[in-house]
């Protein structure tokens, strides 16, 4: 009977873990999802300063050095477009990628939330995407 009640307990204790671990792998793809939609929300509105408070830090970095200007700055004189709304998420660990309707953003997780670390990027067939903006 004690051998019953152990496996029985061990069923239910996989069970909730399992449930509990799908909760949070779809809790991860909604925070990338709504990261990726702030991001797209403020670039469409021109607010570059919002923007980049969503990017990652090594992100800013680069983009910054790249056009010896402040992130805003150098955004607004890049004018990057819109990907539009968000199609698909997948989440890997700490590394997130969202497809939008025309554009792919990759993103990681920080202690802060997640952070977009490359926009603009299109796919080619065999290569790596090629991304516009992207940290070091």
Same mark, same amino acid.
């Given at each position: 009977?004690?051998?019953r009640a152990?496996?029985?307990?061990?069923?239910?204790?996989l069970?909730?873990?399992g449930?509990?671990?799908?909760?949070?792998?779809?809790?991860?793809r909604d925070? *990338? @999802?709504? =990261?990726?939609?702030v991001?797209? #929300? %403020?670039l469409g509105?021109g607010?570059? /300063?919002r923007v980049c408070a969503?990017?990652a830090p090594?992100?800013v970095e680069?983009l910054?050095?790249?056009?010896?200007?402040p992130?805003?700055k150098a955004?607004?004189?890049e004018?990057?477009?819109?990907?539009?709304p *968000? @199609?698909r =998420?997948?989440?890997?660990?700490? #590394? %997130?990628?969202?497809?939008?309707?025309? /554009?792919t953003?990759f993103?990681?997780?920080?202690?802060?939330?997640?952070?977009?670390?490359?926009?603009g990027?299109e796919?080619r067939?065999?290569?790596?995407y090629r991304?516009?903006?992207?940290?070091?």
């Amino acid at each position: 009977m004690a051998g019953r009640a152990c496996g029985v307990a061990v069923s239910v204790l996989l069970t909730v873990c399992g449930v509990s671990g799908c909760g949070a792998v779809a809790e991860r793809r909604d925070d *990338v @999802r709504e =990261t990726a939609a702030v991001f797209e #929300q %403020a670039l469409g509105e021109g607010a570059y /300063d919002r923007v980049c408070a969503v990017l990652a830090p090594a992100t800013v970095e680069e983009l910054e050095q790249s056009a010896g200007s402040p992130c805003a700055k150098a955004l607004s004189e890049e004018a990057p477009q819109p990907g539009g709304p *968000v @199609r698909r =998420t997948d989440v890997y660990g700490n #590394q %997130a990628r969202a497809v939008l309707s025309s /554009d792919t953003l990759f993103l990681s997780h920080f202690t802060s939330g997640w952070r977009v670390v490359a926009a603009g990027c299109e796919p080619r067939p065999r290569e790596p995407y090629r991304c516009r903006i992207k940290g070091g």
